[in-house]
């Protein structure tokens, strides 16, 4: 079964709004989650990384007022999309790994349009 | 900075032949190498994973990789594909640390994989 639940799949919204997705890990405490993004024929780009109780990490380019994470608890990391606009649209993928892991578990991406 | 490269964007394959996907990555360390795959509205699914030890690494659905130091390349390859083989695959690589310290993979842009029934 999933091992990372990502909600909702997908998401409709009007520019100027805001959108909030989620990544709960099911199986196990996630203290890092990261959040990806991937746009359409091209790889997954890591835009930041979530520390519970912390705040993220934003790579380079990544507006981080634009796209807010909050990882309040070590079961749930969200990523809250701030006025939407249409060049927002884009697949977000989470991900997330045991402590001492050696594999990433992915959510089942989040495909947002925004009109 | 880290970087892996996959060359092919776009392959397109009859049932039963036979499939080789190039990946090659750019690292001055030890890192761990991994092929993952998309199917349609799916998530993203680890194939197989390369640590140490044998280079030839074998994963799910019969697919295989070969870990090359001296090319720096990590080659995903099935001797015969399915039509339900039709996916986008990705390389990645995961720079090794000591445990503790949080780690992001890099992945490469992706093969899109069509097999024609």
């Known amino acids: ?115 | 900075a880290q970087s892996v490269s996959q060359h092919n964007h776009h392959v397109i394959l009859s049932e039963a032949a036979s499939l080789e996907l190039g990946c090659n990555y750019s690292y001055g360390g030890t890192v761990n190498l991994f092929w993952y795959v998309q199917y349609p509205g799916q998530h993203l699914q680890l194939l197989l994973k390369y640590f140490s030890g044998d280079p030839l690494v074998k994963g799910i659905k019969g697919f295989e990789a070969e870990f090359i130091k001296s090319k720096f390349s990590f080659n995903l390859r099935k001797p015969s594909v399915q039509w339900s083989d039709t996916a986008e695959y990705f390389c990645a690589a995961l720079p090794w640390r000591s445990s503790g310290s949080a780690r992001q993979l890099t992945f490469g842009s992706g093969t899109q994989l069509t097999v024609l029934p």
């Open chain 1, 1 to 115: 079964g999933a091992v990372v639940s990502q909600h909702p799949s997908w998401v409709i919204c009007k520019s100027g709004t805001s959108v909030k997705i989620e990544c709960r890990s099911l199986d196990f405490q996630a203290t890092t989650m990261f959040w990806y993004r991937q746009f359409p024929k091209q790889s997954l780009m890591l835009m930041a990384t979530s520390n519970e109780g912390s705040k993220a990490t934003y790579e380079q380019g990544v507006e981080k007022d634009k796209f807010l994470i909050n990882h309040a608890s070590l079961t749930l990391s969200t990523l809250t999309v701030t006025s939407a606009h249409p060049e927002d649209s884009s697949f977000y993928i989470c991900s997330t790994e045991r402590t001492g892991g050696t594999e990433a578990f992915f959510g089942q991406g989040t495909r947002l349009t925004v009109v």
